[in-house]
């Protein structure tokens, strides 16, 4: 896939930012898990820099990787409102890009239960929100979607049996926001045009920010109103070139 030139310009900002962000990444205690995934069930929110760093993992990898991973992202764009897929990152229980996994990925199973379900609350407000304006245009998002949450998780054990406060989880999480806000205006752009969502961003860059929303419009009325499933299959075929 090509990227936009201004995307490039900004692909080698963030790979400068690469070593202070994974020097950020190195204070969050390193944990061991039992690989259920079950935090894998979607694409995490992620910082303006991380999104930029998973690109640049795309195109490092060889063309066939990218060429499976990219339709992955493009796919989970368009289904995410109908059933829950998972993070296209995710292969095989195994996370294809583990080494630079977001921050929200590593802080899974850290904070507290409280502070976990606070932010669950804030997710889930977020996307009853979503719901409501999408019924709004006639299209009713099934709830078991809109409701899903990955559960609280207990099998996250800190290596060393270290552990670290939500205080200081907040305070890094602020860290690599402040690393993420020198690259202006991405930064405020992937938040204010893409929700903070790679997969809103990739779609964008290929179909154009307009048309992606238009045709997720079209794939997602088409499944849950009249159980059309091959609209998708039909643009992605159209699409082949774009990849
Ligand atoms: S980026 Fe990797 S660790 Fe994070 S949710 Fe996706 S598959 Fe899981």
């Known amino acids: 896939m090509a990227f936009p030139q201004e995307i490039n310009r900004l692909l080698t900002k963030a790979d400068a930012r690469r070593s202070k962000l994974q020097a950020i990444y190195a204070q969050i205690p390193s944990t061991r898990c039992q690989r259920r995934a079950q935090c894998c069930s979607m694409l995490p929110e992620m910082s303006p820099l991380e999104a930029l760093i998973a690109v640049l993992n795309l195109k490092a990898k060889t063309a066939t990787a990218s060429n499976t991973l990219l339709p992955k992202i493009v ?3 368009f289904m995410n409102p109908i059933k829950v897929t998972s993070c296209p990152f995710l292969e095989e229980n195994t996370c294809r890009i583990y080494n630079d996994r977001f921050f929200g990925c590593r802080a899974y199973g850290l904070w507290t239960p409280s502070t976990f379900d606070q932010i669950a609350r804030v997710s889930r407000r977020v996307k009853k929100h979503l719901q409501a304006q999408w ?3 006639g299209v009713a998002l099934p709830d078991h979607v809109v409701h899903f949450q990955a559960p609280y998780c207990r099998d996250v054990v800190g290596i060393d049996r270290q552990t670290i406060s939500d ?3 907040f305070k890094l999480h602020r860290q690599v926001d402040d690393l993420s806000s020198g690259l202006t205006p991405w930064h405020q752009a992937f938040k204010d045009l893409y929700f903070s969502d790679l997969s809103v961003a990739i779609a964008s860059w ?3 920010r307009r048309r992606a929303v238009q045709l997720k419009f079209l794939v997602v009325k088409d499944a849950l109103n009249y159980q ?9 075929n159209e699409s082949t070139n774009l990849f």
């Open 135 to 137: 019924l709004a245009l």
């Open 206 to 208: 290929l179909f154009g």
């Open 228 to 236: 059309r499933h091959s609209t998708l299959d039909q643009i992605l």
């Open 75 to 77: 796919h989970y764009f």
């Open 167 to 169: 205080h200081d989880l």
